[in-house]
């Protein structure tokens, strides 16, 4: 309820030429359906990440598959697709320091998620164990719900003898399933309803909004500054207030390195001082 009017007041304190029409760069937390369309709405243009992958779109024709280089050295693979369900132009990253990380939780995930079944089938061996098939079910819906992720991509099947006890369960890997999640894996979508003419444009554009996350992370990490500890709207307000001021600081410090280039990030200056 409070985006448009945010939105304009920064627009009021920052504007430089009221003709070019503002992009609004949003992270995938409130780039909602109806937070893009309020902001369309209102006449600005957005470029977020989607909040859930494409699964159904196609290539733009002509387009070609970009490398492109980050700081760190990591090659990324960009191209433009189209989505079968509106109208806006899409941006498909693959990234292999993201499909590594994703891969290393999904990995993660799926091992407990395994370890649980495990436990579920000892129990119906055991003695004492728990054996009635609602109890089991249930168990085994648990074990689901902790881990959704991994547990799409498995068939659970139980049997039962006619008293209503619990004599097998079969958890079968569904490879179509499982493969389908990771061909997905570090891939994301970035979102806008500018026309798109350059890719590389486009990500570096985005990755604006990485720069400021990376600032504010480390400066409330170094700065203690955690709104957990507050207990009352003066010390929220000082939070907001020691925050702002130090990333003003920080910005300030960053730039005038930039200028005799030097562009490390903040952590590393702060090791170096």
């Not at 939780?105 to 079944?117: H, S, V």
Request: proline share 1%; aromatic share 6%.
């Amino acid at each position: 309820t409070t985006l448009i009017d945010m939105v304009k007041k920064l627009c009021q304190k920052t504007n430089t030429d009221t003709t070019l029409k503002k992009l609004v760069i949003l992270d995938a937390g409130i780039a909602t359906d109806d937070n893009l369309k309020l902001l369309e709405k209102n006449g600005y243009n957005y470029l977020c990440v989607r909040r859930s992958k494409l699964k159904e779109y196609q290539l733009v024709e002509n387009s070609t598959e970009q490398s492109h280089y980050t700081k760190t050295g990591q090659c990324l693979s960009l191209q433009r697709v189209q989505s079968k369900k509106d109208q806006d132009y899409y941006l498909k990253v693959d990234s292999p320091g993201k499909e590594l990380k994703e891969s290393s939780m999904k990995n993660k995930f799926e091992t407990r998620f395994l370890l649980e079944i495990d436990k579920i089938k000892q129990s119906i061996t055991k003695k004492h164990g728990t054996k009635k098939s609602d109890k089991v079910n249930r168990r085994i819906g648990k074990s689901i719900g902790h881990n959704p992720s991994v547990a799409r991509n498995y068939d659970i099947q139980v049997e039962t003898n006619d008293k209503n006890i619990v004599t097998q369960i079969h958890c079968v890997r569904n490879i179509a399933k499982n493969k389908k999640q990771d061909d997905l894996l570090g891939v994301y979508f970035l979102r806008t309803n500018v026309p798109m003419q350059d890719e590389k444009l486009v990500w570096n554009t985005y990755n604006t909004i990485r720069e400021i996350e990376s600032s504010f992370r480390t400066l409330k990490t170094d700065i203690d500054l955690r709104p957990i500890y507050h207990k009352n709207d003066s010390a929220t307000l000082a939070h907001l207030n020691l925050g702002l001021l130090a990333y003003t600081l920080v910005n300030t410090i960053r730039f005038q390195l930039k200028a005799k280039e030097i562009n490390c990030n903040w952590s590393e200056i702060v090791r170096i001082a």
